[in-house]
């Protein structure tokens, strides 16, 4: 198969202001004329596509945000949204209406994002969807908890905070043996994995991590053909269009323009924390990072695509216990290594102790099960700062 370059898909995506400019003009209108009144009927009654109604179905400047989305991830078409958890959710929701009115069995990974786990245990029984959690990297398993109401296979690239790289390929052959959705969560792993490459149906992300890059503002994306985006936004069916979580035009403008330069970020994340992950483990300790070569799934990554940017900017140490954890992170922080807070992809480092924050969603039975330490802390390696005086930092606060 041959691999596409995001990179420089990105980079060819290019929108001119009105004027000429070298960047788009932001389109803040909540509203669009027509100018024969037909074309508003028509519109309405699907009969035609493309055009501008009202923000809340399209906007061209959500649109050509996009369309950046789209190039990234190889595929056909992408859809701006208000966050991550809105990607999640409307596009599961759309996959079940458009499948099976709306009812159904899913299959999840045991390990994702918190919020992800709850809105699947907790909001969408409520909505007629049942899921079961399931070892992601056992394919046996998986395929052993389908049912014949199974509608979706949900995983993340990269679990979150575990760092396990799923299987695209032999998810995505399940998934084509028993006719379900393989929805993916690249949001640790945008540049670095095109999961639509190896058979998922539908990408999501999280654009307030690594997209942003600047943790100041929340938004998320959809990417899929444009058959399933065009659902998302129908009149009468569509789960974004009727549950209204759209993304703002000044949203879209600010991430189209930071986009450009997402390679350069996720190759300086990723340098500098591979740097501090063999300081770590030169220095014998617990540390979980995909860019060292003993992590169970270091080729897979390889070959999905990591050479090129490396292998992100997330990595785990684990303390002996809850406490430590939050003493070293309170040294950390006043030393100006990184900064006590949750959330990933920021310039700065970011820390969190994933079973008190992030991943307390999860029961405590259920975060033994899958391996989830009381005393994981997890850093979001940010790319500023000397690398050298950053582990220096790190090894004061840690001998201290
Ligand atoms: N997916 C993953 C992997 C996440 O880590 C998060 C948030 O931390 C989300 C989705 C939710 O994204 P948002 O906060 O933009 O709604």
């Known amino acids: 198969m041959k691999k596409i370059n995001p990179e420089q898909a990105i980079r060819d995506v290019q929108h001119f202001g009105e004027e000429g400019g070298v960047v788009p003009v932001i389109d803040v209108a909540a509203t669009s004329t027509f100018l024969d009144p037909q074309d508003m009927e028509r519109t309405f009654q699907g009969e035609l596509q493309g055009c501008y109604l009202y923000s809340r179905h399209s906007n061209p400047t959500v649109n050509i945000f996009g369309k950046k989305m789209a190039a990234m991830e190889g595929a056909e078409a992408a859809l701006g949204v208000a966050s991550g958890m809105a990607a ?58 389908i049912t014949p109401k199974t509608k979706v296979i949900y995983a993340e690239t990269m679990s979150n905070p575990l760092l396990a790289v799923c299987d695209l390929s032999g998810l995505s052959a399940i998934c084509k043996n028993h006719n379900l959705k393989l929805i993916i969560d690249n949001t640790f792993a945008p540049m670095i994995v095109q999961p639509l490459q190896y058979g998922a149906d539908i990408v999501v992300h999280s654009c307030t991590k690594y997209i942003s890059g600047s943790s100041d503002l929340i938004a998320g994306a959809i990417c899929s053909d444009q058959k399933f985006i065009s659902s998302l936004i129908d009149v009468n069916h569509g789960s974004v269009m009727l549950t209204g979580p759209v993304m703002d035009p000044r949203v879209a403008h600010e991430l189209y323009l930071r986009m450009d330069h997402l390679g350069i970020r996720m190759a300086g994340h990723s340098k500098m924390a591979l740097y501090l992950a063999k300081k770590m483990k ?16 270091h080729e897979l990554l390889n070959h999905y695509g990591a050479k090129s940017v490396g292998h992100g900017g997330v990595l785990t140490l684990e303390c002996p216990t809850a406490d430590d954890a939050r003493v070293l992170a309170e040294k950390l922080q006043n030393e100006k290594f ?24 999860i029961p ?22 000397d690398p050298e005086i950053m582990w220096n930092r790190f090894l004061k606060c840690y001998k201290s």
Do not use: W
């Open 88 to 145: 999640i959710a409307c596009s599961i929701e759309q996959v079940f209406h458009n499948e099976s009115h709306g009812q159904g069995h899913m299959i999840a990974s045991q390990t994702v994002y918190g919020g992800s786990y709850a809105l699947f245990k907790n909001i969408f029984p409520m909505r007629g969807i049942n899921v079961s959690f399931v070892d992601i990297l056992d394919l046996k398993a998986v395929e052993a908890a």
């Open 364 to 385: 405590e039975d259920e975060r033994k099960k899958m391996g989830l330490a009381e005393g994981l802390l997890r850093f979001s390696i940010g790319y500023t700062g």
């Open 282 to 297: 030169e220095e014998g300790l617990t540390v979980i990072y995909p860019g060292l070569s003993e992590h169970p799934q």
């Open 338 to 361: 990184g900064l006590y807070a949750v959330s990933l992809g920021f310039s700065r480092t970011l820390m969190s102790c994933s079973a008190k924050s992030t991943s307390s969603e």
